[in-house]
């Protein structure tokens, strides 16, 4: 019988960033997808600062912005008068704190192709065309059987299986929220001609609806979203989508041409009683769903493998077990908060995002690891005591805790690699400041030994 450390179910953002994570930590894992190829679709096309960050220090930011670009103003006609311009976001300014302070357009097939990219650098890789069929696990491990009948061993399933996830609906957790069955969208990706690609084409038709086309970055392709009356039912057909562009976008010349992929949205806002049973952890939209208002649901499952993946591999180098009670603790208040935001937005049928969306605010504060901490660390350059000036970002990308303190970082057996800097001046007005390895402050302290407390505990 095989074995792994790590089995992950689902090849999407959050199950592929959760691999990248920990195959950069040497921990042995399988991802596993029962799709026979990788997915298709821009979907979740928006990724926000605080996932842009997340994807620097996982190595792998550069290829991202290669292929993506802030988004376009939006222009919305009624017929064939224009009647608002505007932007989604408010264009900003990179500064030595904030780098990547806009949300860009990349299509989430694109961003799960630089992540599979980056998985296979570090030596891994997706086992499409295999399912998760069942499992079964004890004190010790998980035993799953797989789609072509192998059975395996791991010490750790992560569902990352999707807003139905068979792993969750297995483990009898309760999905607490509601469908909007009467708020149906059609979603495709096309060709177009006679169509500028300098904005977002937004057209409404009275008594015959909404359709907008977004140019999606880096491609000679649109996304097409069109909201659904009560009982109608989209044909996943080129001739229907062109109806529905013609009827309401009446005498503006637009043309599809090919039809590469479409799918029937509807509005869930979900969120899981709980984020683990046992040795089965869930994650991304398999523990939250989101109304695409806001572009947090992708974003939002990034943030989950990032907070999960350093915490995994901790216990699984000797860490405190009780180390992964704490992803359910800090994650779920985030999901909750952020589903909040997208409802408010959806309720008030707004185009408008700002900072709220970029979850560089959110943090653990308040949690039993942030001990006088919680906060994102932003970046910046810091001035070090042997006279020479560092990234932030530089010195925490990688695996490790570091550790901003004029003492070196104190030896505790067992524990954390942690990477000591010494600032020429105390940072954040402490004498100690550890960062978690996913860029939170853990501790601020003055004291020595509360320092080595907070590392014994993590």
């Known amino acids: 019988m095989n074995e792994t450390d790590v089995l992950i179910a689902g090849a999407g953002p959050t199950g592929l960033t959760l691999a990248v994570d920990l195959a950069r930590r040497g921990v042995a894992c399988r991802v596993v997808d029962q799709a026979p190829e990788p997915a298709g679709g821009s979907k979740g096309k928006g990724l926000q600062p605080r996932t842009q960050e997340v994807f620097d220090d996982l190595g792998m930011i550069g290829k991202v912005l290669a292929g993506s670009t802030p988004y376009p103003p939006l222009r919305v006609r009624i017929g064939r008068v224009p009647v608002w311009q505007a932007r989604m976001h408010k264009p900003a300014t990179a500064t030595e704190e904030v780098p990547y302070p806009t949300v860009m357009m990349h299509p989430q097939w694109r961003t799960e192709a630089a992540l599979r990219e980056r998985l296979a650098e570090l030596g891994g890789k997706v086992e499409h065309g295999t399912a998760l069929t069942g499992f079964e696990q004890d ?114 010349g637009v043309r599809l041409t090919e039809l590469l992929w479409s799918s029937l949205y509807r509005v869930n806002i979900r969120l899981a009683d709980r984020y683990r049973s046992g040795r089965v952890f869930l994650a991304g939209d398999a523990v939250h769903v989101h109304p695409p208002t806001g572009g947090q649901g992708l974003n939002t499952g990034v943030q989950d493998a990032y907070n999960l993946g350093w915490k995994l591999a901790r216990v699984l180098a000797g860490g405190p077990e009780g180390l992964l009670d704490t992803y359910e603790e800090e994650r779920r208040p985030v999901a909750a908060r952020v589903l909040g935001l997208s409802s408010d937005l959806l309720d008030k049928k707004t185009y408008k995002r700002d900072e709220r969306t970029y979850q560089l605010s959110l943090s653990y504060r308040g949690g039993s690891l942030a001990l006088d901490g919680g906060e994102r660390v932003p970046d910046g350059r810091l001035r070090l005591a042997d ?72």
């Open 139 to 252: 004190e010790r491990q998980v035993t799953a059987t797989l789609g072509t009948g192998e059975v395996l061993r791991a010490r750790y399933l992560v569902a990352a299986d999707g807003g139905r996830s068979p792993v969750r609906k297995a483990l009898g957790i309760g999905f607490a929220g509601e469908t909007r069955e009467e708020e149906r969208m059609a979603l495709a990706d096309v060709r177009a001609e006679g169509i500028g690609r300098d904005h977002i084409h937004v057209w409404v038709r009275p008594g015959r609806g909404m359709v907008a086309l977004y140019p999606m970055a880096g491609t000679d392709t649109f996304q097409l979203m069109a909201p659904l009356k009560p009982g109608v039912t989209p044909e996943r057909t080129l001739d229907w989508y062109r109806r529905i562009v013609a009827e309401r976008s009446p005498g503006h």
């Open 387 to 458: 006279g020479t000036r560092a990234r932030v970002f530089d010195l925490l990308r990688g695996p490790h805790f570091t550790l901003l303190s004029p003492d070196p970082a104190p030896h505790v057996a067992g524990g954390p690699e942690v990477r000591a800097y010494r600032p020429a001046e105390p940072y954040g007005g402490e004498r100690h400041t550890l960062v978690r390895p996913d860029g939170y402050v853990g501790i601020a302290t003055s004291s020595a030994t509360e320092l080595a407390a907070y590392l014994a505990m993590v």
